[in-house]
């Protein structure tokens, strides 16, 4: 950006004027460049999606396939179980029938052994009973891991979806914020960056990131105030119409900023950057001012 025709004030004797801030260009890259870091955020949150997808996919086929191991085991074991049930009842008809025919000790022995025969089949029928009860339970697992995997792949869907409108969001209002905002010249005739008069639009310059910014709320006091690497002292204030005076006091210096405006780039330059530092107040209050201070991204020493 170039300085205005018009023929600025002389600086004061101590300060340099400092070459032009870059213009609509640099905005245009840092904007462009911003857009890019969303569009990659969001590639990569499609791709983790994808990602996940594919595994719970895997994780389900799995226990699908462990699902009808259980089954096609708990059917053979079933089976094997069956026969053997029938088995013994076979033997223990068979063995009633015989103790029947038999007298005495004969007789006493039969029932007995007729007798072990059933305690056997109660026992066999209540082990069958155990793994059915112990399958089912598995199958009943298995369908649970499942429905919690179709649950997170859903809540998943919906939090990826909720990130991208967030970040659409957030991209068209910080563009338009910016596209809102306007540059200036400051005090020492030196063409000024963007200048934000509220809250809001200072926001959106600190996401900007192409400047270091430090808010300030400053009172009249009998010493100055630091603010960043500068310090601040109000003398006097307008508030009828929105004027204040104060002193900069920067390497060791004091330079006195008169009668100066609400949304004015005060201008200040210091050893350790060649571009000037901006002092902007958004709000005069009663012996009282509200701003920031921006201060150059890259410091780099004047000569």
Do not use: C, W
């Not at 300085?3 to 462009?32: D, N, R």
């Not at 699908?64 to 026969?83: G, H, P």
């Not at 690497?229 to 005076?245: F, M, P, S």
């Amino acid at each position: 950006m170039n300085p205005t025709s018009s023929t600025p004030p002389p600086p004061p004797q101590q300060y340099a004027y400092a070459p032009p801030a870059q213009g609509a260009s640099t905005l245009s890259k840092i904007l462009l460049g911003l857009v890019v870091v969303l569009g990659g955020a969001t590639g990569y949150l499609y791709n983790q999606l994808q990602q996940l997808q594919a595994d719970i996919a895997a994780t389900r086929n799995t226990l699908l396939e462990d699902m009808s191991k259980f089954r096609e085991s708990a059917a053979v074991s079933t089976q094997t179980n069956r026969k053997s049930v029938e088995q013994l009842k076979v033997e223990v008809d068979a063995a009633r029938a015989a103790a029947g025919q038999l007298a005495g000790q004969a007789k006493i022995d039969a029932e007995k052994h007729a007798e072990e025969l059933a305690a056997r089949l109660e026992k066999e029928q209540q082990v069958q009973a155990q793994r059915v009860t112990a399958v089912s339970t598995e199958v009943g697992q298995v369908k649970e891991q499942a429905s919690t995997a179709n649950t997170r792949i859903t809540q998943v869907s919906g939090d990826v979806t909720t990130v991208k409108s967030d970040v659409a969001a957030t991209r068209s209002e910080l563009e338009k914020t910016i596209a809102n905002l306007k540059a200036t010249q400051g005090d020492l005739g030196v063409q000024s960056g963007l200048i934000a008069t509220n809250s809001k639009e200072l926001s959106a310059l600190k996401a900007l990131g192409e400047r270091n910014y430090t808010e300030f709320k400053i009172g009249k006091t009998k010493a100055p105030q630091k603010v960043g690497e500068i310090a601040i002292l109000l003398k006097k204030v307008d508030q009828k119409k929105n004027r204040y005076t104060i002193d900069v006091i920067a390497d060791d210096k004091t330079v006195e900023k008169k009668d100066k405006t609400i949304n004015e780039p005060v201008q200040f330059l210091l050893s350790r950057a060649s571009q000037p530092y901006e002092l902007v107040v958004n709000e005069v209050q009663k012996d009282v001012i509200v701003g920031y201070v921006s201060s150059p991204k890259v410091q780099t020493p004047r000569n």
